[in-house]
């Protein structure tokens, strides 16, 4: 099973852009389709973007397509998440998720594991 740590949230004013990191551990890490999730307080966590195992296969939730873009670097187990144009409801924890095999475009978070611990996004002036 493979192990994440998300890195680089933080407060940014609406407009700006932040690149939020995964580095994953412990298994085979191309073996895996990625996703981003966010979850804001009070709501249920919610996909943001998915990857499939060698990157060449994206999805994207409407209220984030063509502000996001999600990245992945088998070499260094890493998965990004690139976010321009940051909205104040995009406030949120944003976790990595992980899952072992393909990627389709009806997966949700309850098809993803591996959670990190998360890492908060504040958009706000």
């Known amino acids: 099973q493979v192990q994440v740590v998300e890195s680089g949230g933080g407060l940014v004013q609406p407009g700006g852009s932040l690149r939020l990191s995964c580095a994953a551990s412990?298994?085979?890490?191309?073996?895996?389709?990625m996703g981003w999730f966010r979850q804001a307080p009070g709501k249920e966590r919610e996909s943001v973007a998915k990857?499939?195992?060698?990157?060449?296969?994206?999805f994207y939730e409407d209220s984030v397509k063509g502000r996001f873009t999600i990245s992945r670097d088998n070499a260094k187990n890493t998965v990004y998440l690139q976010m321009n144009s940051l909205k104040p409801e995009d406030t949120a924890i944003y976790y990595c998720?992980?899952?072992?095999?393909?990627?389709?475009?009806?997966?949700?978070?309850?098809?993803?594991?591996?959670w990190g611990q998360g890492t908060q996004v504040t958009v706000s002036s």
């Open positions: 412990g298994s085979v890490f191309d073996n895996y389709a």
């Open positions: 998720g992980a899952r072992l095999g393909g990627l389709s475009p009806w997966l949700g978070v309850a098809d993803f594991g591996s």
């Open positions: 990857i499939s195992r060698n990157g060449g296969v994206t």
